[in-house]
């Protein structure tokens, strides 16, 4: 066994027994990590994969919360059954929101989607249409039901989290490898040398943005029943700013980075909460120090290797 695989293999055990040890509040702990490492993975789609500097991910988590608050406390759709049509919702507002600014390149694009994730704050804090509750939000969400059995507890939402991380991490990695993977690493490197070689760059651009919105829509969807009430003060521009924090800290474009860095923001600060009056100096002096001197992140994406087959007869050497 490589030994990749095996230190793969040791994760997956551990965190299998993990909630077996753990009290509810470090069980807790973990839940938050995962439920950041899967938003961060999909913004990681359009930050490290396309290179788009975008800070306004927590309004997309937003709608997908939200769309499942919604409809399932006034029409009484089952919650994992929402988690689909949350995406598909945060997916449209992506489209909707991304088609005019998709040219927009670096500082130009970041400050226009942190003025859409207050904007979405805002009309929720605004009681849109009647539906979002105001500033208190919408109470009474369902648990979700997986075959007849409620997942209530901690310990069961931890399971159904790092199920879904699992697979995000999974279609991710295949995403990452395939052609339109490729291309749009090709868009972050240098878009007009990927647009001369016949790359559709606006188009690229735009599905990455809907996909990593449909991702953090179904994210939502857990996070509105784990906490079973939901308010606009969730989803500030202070949680877009922890996301992208995690991706480049991490490592842009980098799944097992961006792991790493869910659980050095999320984790760490509760590690060292008896330090409460410095630990954040320490951590920021920490994150400064690996900026300058690891401005790729921590574990950066690997180069790629390419293997080229020649025909036999060109391989012969001599004249």
Same mark, same amino acid.
């Not at 007009?192 to 994210?219: D, P």
């Not at 996070?223 to 480049?248: C, D, G, L, N, Y």
């Not at 951590?283 to 020649?310: C, D, E, H, K, Q």
């Given at each position: ?17 993990a ?6 509040y ?7 990590? +995962?439920?950041?490492? !899967?938003?961060?993975? %999909?913004?990681n @789609?359009?930050? /490290? =994969? ?13 709608i ?16 994992l059954?929402l ?29 226009v ?20 509750? +105001?500033?208190?939000? !919408?109470?009474?969400? %369902?648990?979700? @039901?997986?075959? /007849? =059995? ?10 159904l ?14 995403l990452e ?5 490729r ?27 809907i ?76 994150m ?22 020649l ?9």
């Amino acid at each position: 066994m490589k030994p990749a695989t095996l230190l793969n293999v040791c994760i997956v055990a551990v965190l299998l027994i993990a909630p077996i040890w753990l009290n509810a509040y470090w069980v807790e702990v973990l839940n938050s990590i +995962g439920i950041y490492a !899967i938003l961060a993975l %999909s913004l990681n @789609v359009i930050l /490290g =994969y396309a290179g788009l500097f975008h800070m306004g991910h927590a309004a997309f988590f937003a709608i997908g919360a939200y769309t499942t608050a919604i409809l399932n406390t006034q029409m009484g759709i089952p919650v994992l059954w929402l988690m689909p049509v949350s995406g598909l919702f945060a997916g449209l507002f992506a489209l909707l929101v991304a088609r005019p600014i998709i040219h927009l390149r670096g500082d130009y694009l970041l400050i226009v989607t942190i003025g859409i994730v207050e904007i979405v704050r805002i009309a929720l804090v605004n009681n849109v249409f009647g539906l979002t509750g +105001g500033a208190n939000g !919408i109470f009474g969400i %369902s648990r979700p @039901v997986l075959f /007849g =059995y409620v997942i209530r507890t901690s310990h069961d939402f931890y399971y159904l989290i790092f199920a879904f991380a699992a697979v995000t991490v999974l279609l991710f990695r295949r995403l990452e490898n395939s052609r339109f993977g490729r291309a749009l690493q090709y868009i972050r490197e240098d878009d007009v040398a990927a647009e001369g070689s016949g790359i559709n760059t606006a188009h690229y651009k735009l599905v990455a943005f809907i996909l990593g919105a449909f991702w953090a829509g179904m994210v939502g969807t857990i996070f509105a029943s784990k906490m079973t009430i939901i308010s606009p003060q969730s989803f500030t521009f202070w949680e877009s700013v922890i996301m992208f924090t995690i991706v480049i800290l991490g490592g842009s474009g980098s799944i097992r980075g961006v792991l790493l860095g869910a659980f050095l923001i999320i984790g760490l600060p509760e590690i060292f909460r008896e330090f409460a009056d410095t630990r954040m100096l320490v951590f920021g002096a920490a994150m400064v120090l690996m900026m300058i001197f690891r401005p790729r992140g921590l574990l950066p994406p690997s180069p790629r290797t390419y293997t080229l087959n020649l025909p036999p007869q060109s391989r012969q050497a001599g004249p």
